[in-house]
């Protein structure tokens, strides 16, 4: 069991988030821990909606961005524990219509498995739309025949690509008979009892807190293409603390577990080849302060979040921000509070280093550039 934290430095913590919510690009901050199967801090800080001056509370949704993954990957994973799906078996057979098609690669040879970590071949594809536009955009089906081509061999590389998220969403709805945002709800929101969580793709829901650019100003709901899967739920910080318990596997007596342990530990082992970042299936591996961590990071116009899981630790850091600015110095306090060591302090001679390393910009590029 975890040491109790003392009331003076949850007391800390809510200062810091006072204080990082005075940036014009942090219109508020919702902060979320867990820690032996409980969520032991909840705290918001800020305004969801500057306008009208309502304040953001430990219950307010908030856009997530591509934290959105591993909530994707979950609802994968229940349909593959029963059966539905294959994790090894050709991500088009479950398509339909909406098939992946090769260009270098082979895309019969594209595994669910290869879309859940980034290693199905297929590249960046970024394409947003407002929901007011007059002109709705493309069915998935139509994105994935437009962009959905296999550019590397599946399996040799890891390339971040929104797009495989996209082909999941559409395998999970297509599967499951009914759409993605209803399967998701039911696989893995109401279990869990993620009671502000949904995908309502570009219209957020109400009361949700409202996303600001760098200036303040107030960004129109607006989605990523047709790619739910990748980044379209909105949540709590106490929800995906919940989420995050569950994937630790120390929920309180009687909860449910979602997946098996054996389920749980594939998804957090590493799907990518050597020398490239490190993923497993919907989760971000590496380390903080030395400390082996199972993350996923979230960012769009007007949204910064991080979900943090640290197994060693039985320990979940929840950070949603409405904004363009991320509290740093507030996490690496969360940090510590969970137990991590502390942070060796940099030295001169390596920030020296760091100093006259720093590239110089070429005069032929430096400068404001518009154009269309």
Known sequence: QAPAVPVSRWDDVQAAMRSFVRDPAAPSVSVAVAMDGRIVFAAAAGLADRTRRVAATPATAYSVASVSKPITATAVMRLVERGVIGLDEPANRYLGAARLRGWEGDADAVTVRHLLSHTAGLPEHLDFHYADERQRPPPMATTLARYGVVAFEPGSLHQYANLGYGALAAIVARQSRRPFGEAVQR???????????????????????????????????????????ASAVHASASDLARFGLMHLGVLPPGAPRLLSDATISLMQQRATPAGGAAYGLGWELGDERGVPVVQHSGGMPGVRARLTLVPTRRAVIVVLVNGEAWPEALYERLLSIVGLPDPA????????????????????????WRGS
Not at 198 to 225: C, E, H, K, N, T
Not at 351 to 361: D, F, M
């Open 345 to 368: 302090p940099p030295s001169r001679a390596s920030g020296s280093a760091a100093t006259a390393a720093k590239p110089e910009v070429s005069q032929a590029f430096a400068g404001e």
């Open 187 to 229: 696989e893995v929101f109401a279990p869990l009892g993620m009671g502000r969580a949904s995908v309502r793709g570009a219209r957020a829901p109400q009361a949700a807190a409202l996303r600001y650019d760098a200036r303040g100003r107030a960004i129109a709901d607006y989605r990523l293409f047709e790619v739910d899967g």
